[in-house]
Nanobody, 112 residues
């Protein structure tokens, strides 16, 4: 069974940090670029970041550029999202995805 499972979400103070992980199984992980997408309460989906198959090229939404870092470890079939300087506006369910498969999401809440 192909699946993506996110973890690492939680409650943090503004200015804090979280590292999200996405564990992949059931497919050849290193043949896919990976993305992080988020959905804030009452909002639509927002693309956050992309990373290519080898991990050498990364892309970020303007809203997170300079604060978030996407990375991957193909030996572990895992993609990460390091989130620093978190803002209340970053509160959302964060999903990892490839071209055809989405994970279940992990909740990130940024609140005082």
């Amino acid at each position: 069974q192909r699946q993506l499972v996110e973890s690492g979400g939680g409650l943090v103070q503004p200015g804090g940090s979280l590292r999200l992980s996405c564990a992949a199984s059931g497919f050849t992980f290193n043949t896919y670029g990976m993305s992080w997408v988020r959905q804030a309460p009452g909002k639509g989906l927002e693309w956050v970041s992309d990373i290519n198959q080898r991990g050498g090229s990364t892309y970020y939404a303007d809203s997170v550029k300079g604060r978030f870092t996407i990375s991957r470890d193909n030996a572990k079939n895992t993609v990460y999202l390091q989130m620093n300087s978190l803002k209340p506006e970053d509160t959302a369910v964060y999903y990892c995805a490839n071209a055809a498969l989405w994970g279940q999401g992990t909740q990130v809440t940024v609140s005082s």
